[in-house]
């Protein structure tokens, strides 16, 4: 294995901690990362419990969703979220898939999930809202368990950094795992400052000029919160 990958692989562990500390995943939910040498494969865990994972536990998948284990473990059911967004978006290199509590309403009312605070101007002025009984009718699970599935959310999701899915939860994307846990953990933070506002008023959302300058000048700073939850993470086994 490649010190990129070795590194990635680490990285992609603490990922899996920091989610569950920061309330974006429970015993369900996964976060991936696009391989550093192959574009066509990526890396994420068995099928676990986020906080319990650990480096040893993480295998490949291609873009196909075809696990590439030599221990021949279970993968995430839902892997096809992450294979077919990665086909469809070459950008991307990491994806984080939650069912976190405070994001779900905004699936499922006419209440959209717009920017509200400096933090979360990467979602713009438009999240979309990924509606599976479109592809394939009402009395579906839910869940993205094939690639023809996994191919309707990426199209949903197009250019967009952040898509609700109705009745399920939200994917978020990056271009490192830094980046991806950052909007995983701040549309949250949204979502919940955003369900607070409306019991007070009219909410005054960021302008599109303001959620584009906002989300740029975060992106420059994503160090400083990821080496503050990388510490927290890294001392979860002593709070298990």
């Not at 391989?35 to 906080?51: L, N, V």
């Not at 996994?150 to 009745?167: I, K």
């Not at 991806?180 to 549309?187: H, L, P, Q, S």
């Amino acid at each position: 294995m490649t010190p990129e990958n070795h590194q990635l692989i680490e990285d992609l562990s603490i990922a899996n901690r920091i989610l569950y500390l920061e309330g974006v995943v429970d015993g369900f939910g996964h976060i991936s990362a696009r391989d550093a040498q192959d574009t066509t494969r990526f890396w994420i865990a068995k099928s676990m419990a986020p906080a319990l994972v650990t480096p040893s536990d993480i295998l490949q998948c291609d873009l196909e969703g075809v696990v590439h284990d030599p221990q021949n473990r279970t993968c995430y059911v839902e892997r096809f979220i992450h294979s077919e967004i990665y086909r469809a978006r070459p950008d991307v290199q990491a994806i984080v898939h939650s069912h976190s509590m405070s994001v779900i309403p905004f699936g499922v009312t006419s209440q959209r999930l717009r920017p509200i605070c400096h933090m979360s101007g990467f979602l713009g002025s438009h999240t979309p809202i990924y509606e599976i009984r479109q592809t394939i009718g009402e009395t579906s699970d839910l869940l993205i368990t094939s690639q023809a599935l996994g191919r309707s959310l990426a199209q949903s999701l197009g250019a967009h950094t952040v898509a609700l899915m109705r009745g399920h939860g939200s994917v978020a994307v990056g271009v490192s795992i830094a980046q991806v846990v950052y909007r995983a953990i701040y549309t949250e933070l949204n979502a919940k400052l955003q369900l607070e506002s409306m019991k007070i008023g009219n909410i005054e959302f960021l302008t599109d000029g303001e959620a584009q300058a906002t989300a740029v000048m975060n992106d420059q700073h994503l160090k400083r919160p990821w080496e503050l939850w990388k510490q927290k993470a890294l001392q979860l086994p002593q709070l298990l």
